[in-house]
């Protein structure tokens, strides 16, 4: 540790030489400001920045422009640190331990394993900070979809699939003023993230058994209306080829939300209930009518899952509608559960649905909330604003989707 301590420090003298190697950024008396003004020459000015090898003190030529009122330093637009004492190699280490693990455990990390020293509020701006940049370019997309101007990925698509889910994400007290919440105390402690997947199958196995193609998923995802993450999901499937897809097809739990979703933005796709979910609805049910672990119990679901997993909706509504419960309570699970089959019947066409090597179940996107929500906004203890927990989902996101080094190569470029 002693020899890495060492061989940063000479590595950050060397760098600092480097960075001003140019005297400063000097451009002349005069520059343009950026606003069709011409801005005079004032001094130079020197200013700290925090790099991977050590800190390091970087001179600029600074110009104020009397016209807007402001300062213009071309070389730290030129080096990427506007508004920024942290170089982009520390920012980028810093955006990837803060997307992974709670900001303290990110700031142990960097100092451990980099050497990197920074506070943990800094780790938790500048990973925040990223997420809106990564959010930034997303809303770009969405509105180069909406104009038909978004290039998408070149290959032909035999089958593509778009998976909805939404889950809870813990927030801070302001961020549900007006809400009611599920509890008896109907006090809400969360708000809905929703999130999507998109990944593409061009084989089957031995089996028949549908295969995703490997490294094809993509995750987009925030806490917005139903209305606003349409337009999200639908970016995305453009972006990914969805116009030269084969087949596209949609699947999510049975919320009315997402099968609105399918409709504004995914005609002509094919619409599945995951098949999992639709079978929890069974056990929840037989749990409650016959008593959790009984014979009864187990010999109605089976005999009510055989009817699900063949597609007979019809019999399976009927097996259900001749249950006749005098407790309240398991009288209004069974009108519920009857509503769900009812509504989703037309989507749960299982045995036609795996005849054709389709996904019948949303298992990608159950990983997805898990890995991408679960385990870093859901951690104990953790309370969120919306905008902080978006932010972070953007930068998970992006990294889980493939599209962090693109992002960086972009800015770099930028």
């Known amino acids: 540790m002693t020899i890495r301590s060492s061989m940063h420090e000479m590595g950050g003298l060397l760098l600092e030489k480097l960075v001003n190697a140019d005297g400063g950024g000097y451009r002349g ?10 801005a005079q020459f004032v ?24 016209t807007c009122g402001s300062g213009v330093i071309p070389k730290d637009k030129e080096l990427d640190i506007v508004d920024s004492s942290f170089s982009p190699g520390v920012r980028r280490m810093m955006g990837r331990v803060g997307a992974k693990e709670a900001f303290e455990e990110g700031r142990k990390d960097l100092d451990e394993l980099a ?8 780790v938790e701006r ?3 900070h990223i997420g809106q ?19 998408a990925l070149a290959s032909v698509v035999p089958k593509m699939y778009i998976a909805i889910d939404g889950t809870g994400v813990p927030v801070l007290p302001r961020e549900t003023a007006g809400r009611k919440g599920k509890g008896k105390s109907q006090v809400a402690k969360t708000r809905e993230a929703k999130l999507g997947c998109v990944f593409t199958q061009t084989s089957v196995d031995a089996k028949g058994w549908p295969v995703r193609d490997e490294g094809s998923t993509t995750y987009v995802g925030a806490i917005e209306t139903a209305k606003q993450f349409g337009r999200r999901i639908y970016a995305e499937a453009i ?17 009315p939300w997402i099968w609105g979703i399918a409709e504004d933005h995914f005609a002509g796709a094919v619409h599945i209930v ?30 009510r899952r055989e009817e699900l997993d063949a597609g007979d909706i019809d019999t399976l509504i009927a097996s259900m509608e001749r249950l006749r419960p005098r407790n309240k309570e398991k009288k209004e699970e069974v009108i519920k559960t009857i509503g769900y089959f009812k509504n989703n019947a037309q989507r749960m066409d299982y045995a036609k649905y795996r005849s054709q090597g389709l996904f019948v179940g949303s298992g990608v996107m159950e990983a997805g909330c898990k890995t991408i929500i679960t385990q870093r906004l859901k951690q104990s203890g953790m309370r969120w604003t919306v905008r902080g927990a978006n932010d972070i989902i953007a930068l998970r996101c992006c990294q889980l989707s493939g599209r962090w080094e693109e992002f960086w190569e972009n800015r770099a470029v930028g």
């Not at 008396?29 to 011409?38: E, N, V």
């Not at 130079?44 to 009397?66: G, P």
């Open 274 to 303: 995951d098949l999992y979910h639709a079978r929890e609805y069974l056990y929840t049910l037989g749990k409650l009518i016959y008593g959790v672990g009984s014979v009864r119990c187990k010999e109605w679901v089976a005999a």
């Open 43 to 66: 001094e130079y000015r020197s200013k700290e920045v925090s790099t991977v090898l050590s800190t390091v003190d970087v001179s600029r030529a600074y110009y104020h422009c009397e």
């Open 126 to 128: 500048v990973s925040e």
């Open 115 to 122: 050497g990197v020293r920074v506070t943990t509020k800094s």
């Open 133 to 151: 940049q990564i959010e930034e370019v997303l809303r770009r997309e969405r509105g180069l979809s909406w104009s038909g101007k978004l290039v």
């Open 29 to 38: 008396s005069q520059i343009d400001c950026g606003w069709g003004h011409q």
């Open 239 to 255: 972006r990914r080829g969805m116009q030269r897809a084969e087949e596209v097809v949609v699947i999510g739990d049975g919320a």
